[in-house]
């Protein structure tokens, strides 16, 4: 017998082979969708505020006669460090181009230099929201002559880690 229909096996098996495929990636992508899951989320910082100020302008200091030898020739210059910060904060203050013999007291505790060079005061740790009374003495220490000190004061703070 001769049959009409010849079945041709190699793309019978093809065909067979394509569909359970799409069957198997059907399964496939649903078991894999069921474990899948999306997430989001965020994050956020905040800069701790720094403001250290001071009660007054303490750029550059008036100009102080100093007599040697004269008590009242001292010049005495007044001020207050609060720390409006955030943090906790370390202070210190810088004397510059103080003149030659002269001494210069902070908060009574003295340092004498010579020829133009620079004090540096610390005024110690500020916790938040203290406030520290600052003051410079300016004397004369050679009796033989009248200086006009002129200096500028500077305050120097920094954040304690």
Known sequence: MNNK????????????LFCLTLISSSL????????????????????AKFDV??????????????VPGDSDSNG??????????????KNSVI??????????????????TSGGADITFDVGVLDIGAS???????????????QVAQVTIQVVAEQVD
């Open 53 to 66: 100020i001071t009660t007054k302008d303490i750029s550059q200091l008036d100009k102080i006669e100093l």
């Open 95 to 112: 004397v510059k181009d103080v003149p030659e013999n002269v001494q210069v007291k902070f908060n009574d505790s003295a340092s004498e």
């Open 132 to 146: 520290v009374d600052c003051s410079l003495t300016f004397s004369a220490l050679d009796v033989s002559t009248t």
């Open 5 to 16: 229909y010849k079945i041709n096996i190699p793309l019978l098996l093809a065909g067979i």
């Open 76 to 89: 005495t210059y007044k001020f207050t460090i609060s720390n409006n910060s955030e943090v906790v904060v």
């Open 28 to 47: 496939t992508s649903n078991l894999i969708a069921k474990y899948s899951t999306t997430a989001s989320g965020s994050d956020g910082a905040r800069v």
